[in-house]
C-alpha cells in the first residue's frame, strides 16, 4: 500500500538504514527508532501504520515489551524482525498477536510481501471490527430482546432487552447452551416447548414457536413471548446459527381476555 507509514525499530544504526532505503523504494513513509522506549514514543509521534519491530535491541525494553505497549496503546500492526526463532522467544512474540515474524537475514521481497500482507489484514480486522461495533449499537437499541447463538445452540450474543426478560447478564450468558438462559416452557402443558434452533434449522424463518409460550426468567418470573426465529446463513448456504427476537404480550393477552370476556358477556 503506497504512502504506507512505517516505523522501523532497529538498534543496529547500519541495518536501519539499509532497511529504510529498501522500504523507501516502495513508496512507503519511514520512520526510525533504535529502542524499545523511542519505538513507544516515535509510534506516539508519527503514528505509523505498521510497525517493523527487531526483538533484541540492547539494553531497556525490548522488542516483544514495546510491541504491547504499542499494539495496546495505538492499536498498530507488528511484524517481528530477528534473528531468533527459539520456543520461548516465539511465545512471548505470539502473545503480542503480531501480523508477521521474519528471520533474519531476510530477502527484501519477503520483507515487502509481508509488510503489504500486514497492512492488508489490518484493514480488514479493522473493518471487522467497526462492522461489530455497529452491530453491538445497533442491538442494544433494538427494542425487542435479541438473543443470537452458533448452530450448536450455543449464546453468543444477549442485547440489554434479553437481558431484563431472561434475567441473565451478557456476562454469565455468553458461551452458556440455549436452554439453560432461554427457558421457555408451554404454560398449560407445564413443559418444554420446540427448540427454536431446530425449528429454525429445518424450516428456516419462523414467527411465533408454538401457542401459550411462557419465558421463564432466571428468577422463577413467568412472561408469555412471542418468538420470530431467523437462521445465521454462511457464504456456502449453511446454517452456523440462528437469530431469536423476542417480546412479552402480557398487554397483548390482556386485551384478548377482555374480547373474550366481552363477547361471552362475563365481567372484563
Known amino acids: 500500500m503506497d504512502g ?9 544504526t547500519i541495518i536501519a538504514m539499509d532497511i529504510e532505503s529498501r522500504l523507501k523504494s516502495y513508496g512507503y513513509s519511514i520512520f526510525l527508532a533504535h529502542s524499545g522506549e523511542g519505538a513507544v514514543k516515535k509510534a506516539e509521534e508519527a503514528q505509523p501504520d505498521m510497525v517493523l519491530m527487531d526483538i533484541m535491541l540492547g539494553e531497556g525494553m525490548d522488542g516483544i515489551q514495546a510491541a504491547e505497549q504499542i499494539h495496546a496503546l495505538f492499536d498498530v500492526p507488528v511484524v517481528y524482525l530477528t534473528a531468533y526463532s527459539d520456543k520461548d522467544t516465539l511465545q512471548r512474540a505470539k502473545i503480542t498477536q503480531p501480523f508477521g515474524y521474519l528471520i533474519k537475514p531476510f530477502a527484501e521481497r519477503e520483507l515487502h510481501v509481508a509488510i503489504e500482507i500486514a497492512l492488508y489484514k489490518h484493514k ?4 471487522l471490527k467497526e462492522s461489530e461495533r455497529l452491530l453491538s449499537a445497533t ?21 440489554p432487552f434479553a437481558e431484563a426478560l431472561t434475567g441473565w447478564k451478557q456476562e454469565e450468558a455468553l458461551e452458556k447452551p440455549l436452554e439453560s438462559v432461554f427457558n421457555i416452557i408451554n404454560e398449560k402443558a407445564r413443559e418444554r416447548v420446540e427448540d427454536p434452533i431446530k425449528k429454525v434449522t429445518r424450516e428456516g424463518i419462523f414467527f411465533g414457536l408454538a401457542d401459550d409460550t411462557v419465558l421463564v426468567s432466571r428468577e422463577g418470573t413467568e412472561v408469555p413471548v412471542e418468538i420470530v426465529g431467523t437462521p445465521l446463513i454462511d457464504e456456502k448456504n449453511k446454517v452456523i446459527g440462528a437469530v431469536l427476537i423476542f417480546y412479552d404480550i402480557i398487554e397483548r393477552k390482556r386485551l384478548e381476555k377482555q374480547i373474550f370476556n366481552k363477547k361471552a358477556g362475563k365481567p372484563a
Not at 480488514?124 to 473493518?127: F, L, R, S, V
Open 139 to 159: 442491538l442494544k437499541s433494538i427494542g425487542d430482546a435479541v438473543i443470537a447463538t452458533d448452530e450448536k445452540g450455543i449464546v453468543k450474543l444477549i442485547n
Open 4 to 12: 504506507a507509514k512505517i516505523l522501523v525499530v532497529e538498534d543496529e
Open 124 to 127: 480488514i480486522e479493522k473493518k
